[in-house]
């Protein structure tokens, strides 16, 4: 019987590049500037650079730690680079799979580059890879990983990477194969950093693109690894989240969708399961039902969300009213959707200490209540209802059934090169972030990658800001 690691393998370790569509290629690069936009701006907010301190302490290597200008080992690199890109969780997400691809992917994949000379068409068909392994894998038990503890992104993230490392280490079949066994016993990402706001989320992609990478260099040099790996008795699903899995349930056609079509970037540096909530503040306030100077005419703010968002973003209540860092203020639908309605928007400034101690906030986050309801459009996308009873019994309700950047209500490039911009601007200046833009924007038909990473490397934010 054919396990999933085998049709995986067979499907995705020998595709033609020349077999992805041209606009498929330009999708990946576009999650490419995505990520690197949101890893430079954490870098200059000072966030997630714990991996960047560590990577400069160790030994000189040949990969680019962005933003900093000095390389290190490929295993520092990414680890810095995805931790870098997590740090805000301003990354994008794939819905259905509940799967945080481009931060390991993106890492994974330029250091790879840099360390073989792939072509850019090799990279980004590499890239493509690792988003269908990581969707496809994601697929087959949304939410159940982090039903039991775990980020989906931190376990089966491992796989993508292990998929795009094998392809551009130019490992056969058998060896592939391999890797992928190998790979099951570096997956992990505990979700237990939700208990007190800590740090340590930030590192699951990071250490998916350390894991991968490592796995398909030990499969190269002759380790084997179990080809039941994921629906095994001990394998990844049952161990991690609990279900039976089998091969059909991932032997979908190539390209039915190219699952980098479904990536979704995020307008706000938070988790996905505050987005639409936030959103359908936003509206309320545009359409003056709500105000921030009208705090004590709100009786209630009622959410209907679906249930993976009380479990992340509702639940334990009392954390999510008193948020102590950032990180639990990024997971604490109450807290972000009372930013929303006082400042018109949630950023990177949203969540500096000051913002979280705003007694307005407090107040307007502690009228917010939720109900767990199953909502049409979910997992595809992530929506909600909002409804803002007033004193009085007026009642004013705003329905998001697409969050913005979902396949749905997608973000168009402009507004993606105003993410970027807005992300890289103050961290690099002028001059470098558009040249970076250029670079990006222009690499599905570049000869080389030279340009792109030349660019990378003079996109430099000052040491004070993250030292």
Excluded at 92 to 105: K, T
Excluded at 282 to 309: F, M, T
Excluded at 351 to 379: C, H, K, S, W
């Amino acid at each position: 019987m054919t396990t999933i690691a085998q049709l995986l393998v067979g499907r995705w370790h020998g595709l033609p590049a020349s077999d992805i569509p041209q606009p498929t290629l330009a999708r990946a690069a576009l999650c490419m500037e995505d990520t690197v936009g949101v890893a430079l701006g954490a870098l200059a907010q000072g966030a997630g650079t714990s991996g960047v301190r560590a990577a400069r302490e160790s030994v000189p290597g040949p990969v680019l730690v962005w933003g900093t200008g000095f390389s290190a080992a490929i295993d520092d690199a990414v680890l810095a680079n995805g931790m870098l890109s997590h740090a805000m969780d301003f990354d994008d997400l794939h819905a259905p799979a509940v799967m945080h691809s481009s931060a390991l992917v993106v890492p994974t994949a330029l250091a790879l580059a840099q360390v073989t000379g792939a072509s850019p068409r090799e990279m980004l068909a590499a890239a493509v890879v690792g988003y269908d392994v990581a969707a496809r894998l994601g697929r087959l038990a949304p939410g159940a990983f982090q039903r039991h503890g775990f980020q989906s992104t931190g376990v089966l993230g491992t796989f993508a990477t292990t998929a795009i490392a094998a392809r551009l280490l130019g490992l056969t079949n058998a060896q592939a194969l391999n890797a992928f066994g190998i790979a099951g016993s570096m997956a992990s990402g505990l979700m237990e950093f939700l208990a007190d706001g800590s740090d340590a989320k930030q590192m699951h992609p990071g250490w998916s693109a350390l894991a991968g990478i490592r796995a398909a260099r030990l499969a190269k040099a002759g380790m084997s690894g179990p080809a039941s790996v994921f629906e095994g008795r001990y394998g990844v699903f049952r161990s991690f989240a609990r279900t039976e899995v089998d091969s059909a349930e991932v032997d979908a056609a190539i390209g039915s969708p190219w699952e980098v079509d479904l990536m979704s970037p995020k307008p706000y540096p938070a988790c996905l399961c505050v987005h639409p909530q936030v959103q359908a503040m936003l509206e309320l306030r545009a359409a003056g039902a709500v105000s921030a100077d009208g705090i004590d005419d709100i009786e209630e703010i009622a959410c209907d969300v679906p249930e993976l968002y009380a479990e992340l973003v509702y639940e334990p209540r009392g954390e999510k009213l008193a948020v102590r860092t950032p990180y639990a203020a990024r997971f604490s639908a109450p807290y972000c959707m009372a930013r929303a309605l006082i400042d018109g928007a949630l950023d990177a400034n949203s969540f500096g200490e000051a913002a979280r101690r705003d007694p307005r906030a407090a107040a307007i986050a502690a009228r917010v209540t939720y109900r767990v309801m199953d909502l049409p459009q979910y997992p595809a996308s992530f929506p909600a209802r909002v409804r803002v009873r007033l004193r009085g019994g007026a009642v004013h309700e705003a329905y998001v059934a697409h969050n913005l950047g979902s396949p749905g209500n997608p973000m168009n490039d402009t507004r993606m090169a105003a993410k970027f911009l807005a992300c890289t601007l103050p961290a690099v200046g002028n001059a470098a972030a558009t040249r970076l833009l250029q670079a990006l924007r222009t690499l599905p038909d570049a000869p080389s990658t030279g340009p792109m990473l030349a660019a990378l490397i003079s996109a430099t934010v000052p040491e004070d800001k993250w030292n």
